[in-house]
């Protein structure tokens, strides 16, 4: 930890730092830290596509997605030309969350159109599960998200561990029975 608060003393405005900062505590699974540090480098002016649709993705881990969070979900998207499957579905994501149900919908069969997916992979489960559940169709949305978290296991390499977000979301709605 000395070292790392060495090179922000030597180089507090070191893009690739910062960066490096909202990895570690991603990686730590501090996901509000990671936030912090992201929204820290978009307010600088010194966000990429990249840094604003992680971002959005950081705050699907706090549970709490702001309207500052859909506007970098959505300026990724645009920044990318709508034309980048990740940042597409970050944005798909957030707009479930948030209960914008026909946009997360369209966006993330938009982003599995770019991918040429006939059926969604096990981090587009979680967007479709959490749509089904903001229909109240609470069964189907534990359908989604235990079927996002099987096909989970057989991958990999996934960014911020969606295993533990849909874990969180499977808890959250069988305490709210």
Not at 47 to 72: C, H, I, P, R, Y
Not at 162 to 169: A, E, I, S
Request: net charge neutral; charged share 30%.
């Amino acid at each position: 930890m000395h070292w790392a608060q060495e090179m922000t003393k030597r180089l507090p405005d070191d893009t690739d730092v910062r960066r490096a900062f909202i990895y570690t505590a991603a990686a730590r699974e501090d996901y509000a830290k990671a936030h912090e540090l992201g929204r820290q480098l978009i307010d600088a002016g010194k966000a990429e596509s990249s840094d604003m649709n992680s971002v959005a993705w950081n705050s699907l881990f706090t549970g709490k997605v702001s309207q500052d969070d859909l506007e970098a979900a959505t300026k990724s998207a645009q920044v990318a030309q709508n034309n980048n499957a990740p940042a597409l579905h970050t944005l798909g994501c957030v707009y479930a969350e948030i209960g914008k149900t026909k946009e997360a919908r369209e966006i993330l069969i938009q982003a599995m159109d770019l991918l040429s997916l006939d059926q969604p992979e096990s981090n587009y489960w979680y967007g479709f599960g959490r749509i089904a559940e903001q229909y109240g169709e609470s069964e189907v949305a534990t359908l989604r998200l235990q079927s996002s978290e099987e096909a989970q296991k057989n991958r990999r390499k996934c960014r911020a561990r969606p295993t533990d977000w849909r874990k969180n979301r499977l808890a959250a709605m069988r305490d709210s029975k």
